[in-house]
């Protein structure tokens, strides 16, 4: 089995964020032969057009670089007001450029909403899959994660409702497959 780097992007900058618990815990029970590193959106600037040149701020480079070199992609978002968190959209708004070459093209993702409601964020992953849709970054389908009653389910940092992490990890366990079997395509 190749190994395989996945990133992971939380929509939240809150140092108790229930969305980075959940994707911590996902790095530690990932399988062997696949891992996830976490970028923090703290720092990507506001996005201005004038400021994409091709010298882009370090941040932005930053965020760029971790998609770019990524082979896949995990977002787990909080909703704001029925949407997703201002950071988050920004984020992406940032890679989804340089037009044509940008870093979420093609890129795939599985995305995962958690809330303290009972929704779970879906009206956020709504949104979020969406915004995913005109990067033409590769969406994984199917049943969506979602996450409800979110602040019943951390302890110490990490997610410990079995069957929601279940059902997170079998979705992740289907963006690797089509990793993977994407590569073999590459390589035939
Ligand atoms: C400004 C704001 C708006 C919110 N709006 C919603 C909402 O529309 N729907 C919802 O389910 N939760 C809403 N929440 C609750 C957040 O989803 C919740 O605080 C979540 O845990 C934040 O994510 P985090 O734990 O990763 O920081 C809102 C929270 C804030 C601060």
Redesign the pocket.
């Known amino acids: 089995m190749s190994h395989i780097n996945l990133l992971g992007i ?3 900058l ?1 140092a ?5 618990a959940i994707l911590e815990t996902l790095k530690d029970e990932l399988s062997v032969g696949a891992e996830l590193s976490l970028h923090s959106l703290g720092d990507v600037p506001l996005y201005n057009q004038d400021l994409d040149t091709d010298e882009p701020l370090p941040a932005v480079r930053a965020l760029r670089d971790a998609i770019s070199q990524a082979d896949g992609l995990v977002i787990v978002t ?5 949407g997703m968190p201002g950071v988050l959209k920004n984020a992406l708004d940032w890679a989804s450029r340089p037009y044509g070459i940008a870093p979420l093209m093609g890129k795939p993702v599985v995305t995962i909403s ?4 009972f ?3 879906v ?2 992953q709504a949104q979020l899959n969406e915004t995913l849709l005109a990067t033409q970054s590769q969406l994984s389908g199917g049943a969506q994660v979602v996450i409800g009653e ?2 019943n389910k951390i302890a110490d940092g990490r997610l410990i409702d079995r069957p929601s992490l279940d059902f997170a990890l079998g979705a992740i366990s289907g963006l690797i497959d089509r990793i993977e079997a994407q590569d073999q395509r590459k390589a035939a």
């Not at 909080?78 to 029925?82: D, G």
């Open positions: 939380a929509g939240s809150r108790g964020s229930f969305s980075s909080p909703e704001f007001n029925y958690a809330s303290p409601a929704t779970g964020g009206r956020a979110v602040h």
